[in-house]
C-alpha cells in the first residue's frame, strides 16, 4: 500500500490499499452497530457476509475478528512485497 501524505489526506494508489480502506470502513461500521448505532443503509453484516465468508447472523465479534484478519493478510502481503 503506498501513501502519498498531502496537508488534508492520505492517498491510497494500489488495488490492495484501496480495499484496505474498504475493510477499515466496514471494521468500524460493524463497531458502531456492535454498541447500538443504526444507518440508512441497513444492518452491515448481512451485506457483507458473502465476502467474508460468514453467516449473515454471526457475532459482531466474529465479523471483527474475518475483517482484522484480512486487513492483516493485507499488510503482510505489502510488507513482504516491499523486501
Do not use: C, W
Request: proline share 5%; net charge positive.
Amino acid at each position: 500500500m503506498n501513501q502519498t501524505l498531502t496537508t488534508e489526506s492520505i492517498v491510497f494508489d494500489t488495488p490492495d490499499g484501496i480495499e484496505y480502506a474498504g475493510l477499515a470502513g466496514i471494521k468500524y461500521q460493524l463497531k458502531l452497530e456492535k454498541v447500538g448505532m443504526k444507518t440508512r443503509g441497513g444492518p452491515v453484516r448481512p451485506r457483507i457476509a458473502a465476502q467474508l465468508g460468514l453467516r449473515p447472523r454471526a457475532s459482531h465479534d466474529d465479523f471483527i475478528a474475518a475483517v482484522e484478519a484480512k486487513m492483516a493478510a493485507l499488510r503482510d502481503k505489502q510488507s513482504t512485497s516491499k523486501e
